[in-house]
T-cell receptor
Framework: SAVISQKPSRDICQRGTSLTIQCQVD?????MFWYRQQPGQSLTLIAT?????????ESGFVIDKFPISRPNLTFSTLTVSNMSPEDSSIYLC?????????FGPGTRLLVL | AQSVTQLGSHVSVSEGALVLLRCNYS??????LFWYVQYPNQGLQLLLK??????LVKGINGFEAEFKKSETSFHLTKPSAHMSDAAEYFC???????????????FGKGTKLTVNP
């Protein structure tokens, strides 16, 4: 299994600002994923990030709102841009392992 | 395409009682199925997975699940609940790459388990 860390673990932000979330993995992985978990809801995939290529976004998510970087095989960032209270969620990164995915601890974001 | 339905958003059991969390799936390809657990203020931890080998899968913390193709189900059970099992449980599905699936996981809405003393 992979050990995944995220920074920050939680944050409170003002509307209109942006927050960049970092995801670090202890081993090299090809595919990384970013999920959103809104309060009381399940996980929704935002995008898939492969090293060296543009992220692939799911329906309802756009690059201008959620730009993603994947500079190497152990690191990725997700930026939540021009935030509104509706962006208050837990954001989780995950990596593809053998026949499964492993998840980070999540970043808890509250937008006021 | 895949989808997952978890019956019961909240399940409450007494300590020592049987835990049964229900999951039904829909998949256009032979599925890989997963149960994840999320403890309060934590990320997701893999409990167990079915990947077309044995239909009865044993996981961590005494949990197990049985894949039943005829019922399109993958229910999670534990014979005796412990207070530490209180958490939210998510069932997820994906299709194997070799059969036209992808790495994307599709999650159910989750079941919150409460264990009463």
């Amino acid at each position: 299994s992979a050990v995944i860390s995220q920074k920050p673990s939680r944050d409170i932000c003002q509307r209109g600002t942006s927050l960049t979330i970092q995801c670090q993995v202890d081993s090299q992985v090809t595919m990384m994923f970013w999920y959103r978990q809104q309060p009381g809801q399940s996980l929704t995939l935002i995008a898939t990030a492969n090293q060296g290529s543009e992220a692939t976004y799911e329906s309802g998510f756009v690059i201008d709102k959620f730009p993603i970087s994947r500079p190497n095989l152990t690191f990725s960032t997700l930026t939540v841009s021009n935030m509104s209270p509706e962006d208050s969620s837990i954001y989780l990164c995950s990596v593809a392992g053998y026949e499964t995915q492993y998840f980070g601890p999540g970043t808890r974001l509250l937008v006021l | 395409a895949q989808s997952v339905t978890q019956l019961g958003s909240h399940v409450s059991v007494s300590e020592g009682a049987l835990v049964l969390l229900r999951c039904n799936y829909s998949s256009s390809v032979p599925p890989y199925l997963f149960w994840y657990v999320q403890y309060p203020n934590q990320g997701l931890q893999l409990l167990l997975k079915y990947t077309s080998a044995a239909t009865l899968v044993k996981g961590i913390n005494g949990f197990e699940a049985e894949f039943k193709k005829s019922e399109t189900s993958f229910h999670l059970t534990k014979p005796s609940a412990h207070m530490s099992d209180a958490a939210e449980y998510f069932c997820a599905v994906k299709g194997p790459l070799s059969q036209g699936g992808s790495e994307k996981l599709v999650f159910g809405k989750g079941t919150k388990l409460t264990v009463n003393p």
